[in-house]
């Protein structure tokens, strides 16, 4: 499967464009498309935060791969989001403007219907069915265009993650508590990918984001847009770029033992990886967990038993908290409470997600183990 790689130095609507065309050539797109199809652009919209901050899908990405639509002949275009919050129209308002979406209409049309449906999975799935939001439903071909990101909970961030924000609302914390494990969240994540199966992938690297990813990490520009038909092998090959053991991390793992991602297939076109790459600073999370320091056969048991003594929890730094309920709202096993304007957190019940990390606007919320 062919992995389309360009080399963007900066945010320049030009410099992007060309680079689209190149690798929509390359993967032949243009091919698959009709006139009348309805297309749906799923960025990574996460919550709302500002493109010069590389949390979300660049607009000029979005801006980029609409206007090559278009001269395909292609009309309807939507660009379809469930941030990490509510899904209704006042909160989706201000997600796309500070995201710097809202300045793209009207070539794309900002997804307006908050509604969803039930979507039913393949037989010996865990998941009989995902409830989706509407957009994605009736889409003819879907375009996932995420952002690469480290990430607390899941450790990578790249296109089988994006699809979560098909999920709508407050309903994926509800995910979250009915999998509070690693192994079955990134199972779901993977069930949930394969249920979208979007046509096209492309992942925003011209700036991406190391450390308490994944809205609480730091600049790490890799000056890249990868493109590939395949987001399981995608997401294999760029975990690899930002110097992440890919089969450390579960669902790329999961993708590869189910015969989704095929790295051994992967064939590269566009321009010539860099030599100079850095590996990208981990999650506080994944620093302090140091069984995987241990030979590989003591770490299984170590974890058994060692598990709830190092245990991440969530640490709020009150002098940063302003009390907006974000983290509570985020909470999918509701330990969270505001008092005197301040968050305040129980560790029973607590799964270990780190919602309540990504969601909160200030970084008050850092990682610390039980021991």
Not at 101 to 106: A, D, F, I, N, S
Not at 122 to 133: D, K, Q, R, V
Not at 166 to 192: A, C, N
């Amino acid at each position: 499967m062919k992995q389309a790689i360009y080399l963007v130095q900066e945010y320049q609507e030009e410099k992007i464009y060309s680079a689209v065309c190149r690798f929509m050539e390359d993967l032949e797109i243009a091919k698959e498309l009709r006139p009348e199809l309805k297309v749906v652009i799923k960025p990574n919209l996460v919550m709302a935060k500002s493109p010069q901050f590389p949390a979300t899908t660049h607009p000029l990405v979005v801006k980029a791969v609409a206007r090559w639509l278009r001269e395909q002949g292609v009309e309807d275009i939507t660009l379809a989001e469930s941030s990490g919050g509510l899904y209704n129209a006042e909160y989706m308002k201000n997600v796309y403007s500070v995201c710097g979406m809202k300045q793209l209409q009207p070539d794309i049309k900002l997804n307006m219907d908050f509604t969803a449906k039930t979507v039913n999975c393949p037989a010996g799935f865990a998941n009989h069915s995902f409830h989706l939001i509407t957009p994605i439903c009736e889409a003819d071909y879907i375009i996932n265009i995420c952002k690469l990101k480290t990430h607390a909970m899941t450790g990578y961030s790249g296109g089988i993650k994006n699809l979560f924000g098909t999920i709508p609302g407050l309903e994926k914390p509800q995910m979250h508590y009915r999998w509070p494990e690693i192994e079955d969240f990134s199972r779901m994540l993977v069930e949930l990918a394969q249920t979208v199966n979007p046509q096209l992938t492309i992942i925003d690297a011209i700036d991406a984001m190391e450390g308490n990813g994944p809205t609480g990490g730091t600049s790490h520009p890799l000056h890249m847009l990868l493109a590939s038909k395949d987001m399981y092998t995608q997401d294999y090959f760029a975990a690899g770029l930002m110097g992440i053991e890919p089969m450390e991390i579960a669902m790329i793992r999961q993708a590869v033992e189910a015969g989704l991602a095929n790295p051994k297939e992967l064939v590269l076109t566009g321009d010539p990886i860099p030599g100079d790459l850095t590996p990208f600073t981990q999650p506080d999370t994944k620093k302090l967990d140091f069984a995987g320091s241990l030979p590989g056969f003591l770490q299984k048991p170590f974890t058994l038993i060692a598990g709830k003594i190092l245990k991440s929890y969530p640490q709020l730094d009150k002098s940063l908290c302003v009390g907006c309920g974000k983290c509570a709202e985020s909470c999918p096993a509701q330990i969270i409470t505001i008092k005197d304007k301040k968050a305040k957190f129980r560790k029973k019940g607590c799964i270990s997600c780190f919602c309540c990390q990504e969601m909160c606007p200030m970084k008050a919320i850092s990682v610390k183990k039980a021991l």
